[in-house]
C-alpha cells in the first residue's frame, strides 16, 4: 500500500483510520461518486475536496458530500469573503501537491483554511481522499475536524 502525505499525517498523529484501496479506472470524470459506488457508501458520506478561490486571492478547502453541489455563496459567508469561485485545477494542483481527483484535505503543500459541510458530523466516519485516485481513507469527522482546524457549515445544496 502506497504511503502518501495524508496517511503520513494521520499515523504521526495518531488518528484512527482506515485506508481502502480501489480501482479508479472507470471514472469518467466524476471520482466522488466513482469512489462511493467502489466502497459501496452512501454518497451522503464520501465527501470530496474541492479547492475554492475567496475574492480572486486566496485559496481555501471545502468539503461536501459526493451526493451534493457546493454552495459557494454559503462557503463565501463562512469565509467572509464577497465572493468563492471553483479555483483553476492547475493552482487547485500546485496548491495542494496533488492530483485533481485525488487531493486529500491532508497535508497539502500550502495549508489553507477549510471548511466542512455539516452533514459529516451525522456519522461516525467518513471517507475523504487518500492524496491519489483509487485511495479513500475512513476517519471520525471529529478528528478531521480538530486536526485541521476545520470550519463546520452548511456549504452543500
Same mark, same amino acid.
Given at each position: ?45 464520501? !465527501?470530496?475536496?474541492?479547492? #475554492? ?5 486566496? $485559496?481555501?478547502? %471545502?468539503?461536501? +458530500?459526493? *451526493? ?54 451525522? !456519522?461516525?466516519?467518513?471517507? #475523504? ?5 483509487? $485511495?479513500?481513507? %475512513?476517519?471520525? +469527522?471529529? *478528528? ?14
Amino acid at each position: 500500500m502506497a504511503q502518501t502525505p495524508a496517511i503520513a499525517l494521520l499515523e504521526k498523529h495518531r488518528i484512527a483510520h482506515r485506508i481502502i484501496e480501489f480501482s479508479s479506472a472507470h471514472h469518467a470524470g466524476d471520482y466522488g461518486r466513482s469512489a462511493a459506488a467502489e466502497l459501496g457508501q452512501s454518497e451522503q458520506q464520501v !465527501f470530496k475536496t474541492l479547492m #475554492v478561490e475567496l475574492d480572486g486571492k486566496r $485559496l481555501a478547502v %471545502a468539503m461536501v +458530500p459526493v *451526493a451534493g453541489q457546493l454552495d459557494l455563496k454559503a462557503v463565501a459567508q463562512a469565509f467572509a469573503a464577497r465572493k468563492a469561485r471553483m479555483a483553476n485545477p492547475q493552482d487547485a494542483q500546485r496548491a495542494t501537491g496533488y492530483v485533481v481527483g485525488g487531493i486529500s484535505p491532508l497535508a497539502q503543500k500550502k495549508r489553507a483554511p477549510s471548511l466542512i459541510d455539516a452533514s459529516a458530523l451525522t !456519522f461516525d466516519e467518513i471517507f #475523504v481522499s487518500g492524496g491519489r485516485r483509487g $485511495l479513500e481513507i %475512513a476517519v471520525a +469527522p471529529q *478528528a478531521l475536524i480538530d486536526l485541521l482546524d476545520t470550519t463546520v457549515a452548511a456549504i452543500s445544496g
